[in-house]
């Protein structure tokens, strides 16, 4: 492979990596090539290289093992990574996801300013809900625009579970990460108390996320509500 040009080396290492991850190059849990090896074929620096494989580590799409090499993370559901315990303990649950519906909707003004789109543009809707024990703790809707993600449906990600972003990265090649959240306590609205199981305006907790593709493009809008009068939520570093 011809030298790769000047500016930031490292972030072009990294787009390399992603696109040879994307053509299946290097498939989940596979280790890549040595530094030295990658150093070659990019005809860049060890040191180079060791930066993009750090920044793609810190982003999740690459995994260490020490004395063993670097590998391939499997996209993660970082909705199911949540956690959650009782009040009073630190003794943590899983939750599990379950996948309520994926309709298309059309982009509101505000939804078309987030993705950059025009009014109107179609857009999907995937709500998924969220159990602790059997118990109902949450629910989340994602929106995602349909000119990125065409053809998507409910029974692909029945297929991968409901987790959305493994979807987006095979299907659609899209590597994703969350680069904004917030955390906010609401009243519950009529379609939020009805699938939580709770009375319309209790009190809930409110989690917004934003996550872009690796060209810091904004491609998922995520809400979610959670219940909190059983369980305390153990958030991970996104």
């Known amino acids: 492979m011809k030298k790769l040009s000047a500016v930031s080396l490292y972030q072009q290492v990294q787009r390399e990596v992603l696109s040879e991850i994307e053509a299946g190059v290097w498939q989940s849990d596979e280790a890549l090539p040595s530094e030295q090896e990658l150093a070659q074929r990019f005809g860049v620096s060890q040191g180079?290289?060791?930066?993009?494989?750090?920044?793609?580590?810190?982003?999740?799409?690459?995994?260490?093992?020490?004395?063993?090499?670097?590998?391939?993370?499997?996209?993660?559901?970082d909705l199911g990574e949540l956690r959650f315990?009782?009040?009073?303990s630190f003794a943590s649950e899983i939750p599990r996801v379950e996948l309520l519906s994926c309709t298309r909707i059309h982009a509101a003004e505000q939804l078309a300013d987030i993705f950059g789109m025009r009014r109107?543009?179609?857009?999907?809707?995937?709500?998924?809900?969220?159990?602790?024990?059997?118990?109902?703790?949450?629910?989340?809707?994602?929106?995602?625009?349909?000119?990125?993600?065409?053809?998507?449906?409910?029974?692909?990600?029945?297929?991968?579970?409901?987790?959305?972003r493994t979807v987006c990265w095979l299907d659609y090649g899209v590597r994703l990460k969350t680069t904004e959240v917030?955390?906010?306590?609401?009243?519950?609205?009529?379609?939020?108390?009805?699938?939580?199981?709770?009375d319309v305006n209790e009190p809930?907790?409110?989690?917004?996320?934003l996550a872009r593709d690796f060209e810091a493009k904004p491609q998922v809008w995520s809400v979610a509500w959670f219940r909190s009068e059983q369980y305390a939520m153990q958030a991970p570093v996104f």
């Open 85 to 88: 315990s009782p009040p009073n």
């Open 48 to 77: 180079t290289v060791r930066k993009a494989l750090d920044g793609l580590v810190t982003d999740g799409v690459l995994y260490r093992r020490q004395g063993v090499g670097t590998f391939v993370q499997a996209a993660s559901d």
């Open 204 to 209: 809930v907790l409110q989690l917004t996320r």
């Open 182 to 198: 917030r955390f906010r306590a609401v009243a519950a609205g009529q379609v939020e108390a009805r699938q939580l199981q709770i």
């Open 120 to 164: 109107g543009a179609g857009m999907w809707q995937v709500r998924r809900l969220l159990r602790v024990q059997g118990e109902v703790i949450g629910v989340e809707e994602s929106l995602l625009p349909e000119a990125v993600f065409p053809d998507l449906d409910i029974r692909r990600l029945r297929e991968a579970r409901g987790n959305l």
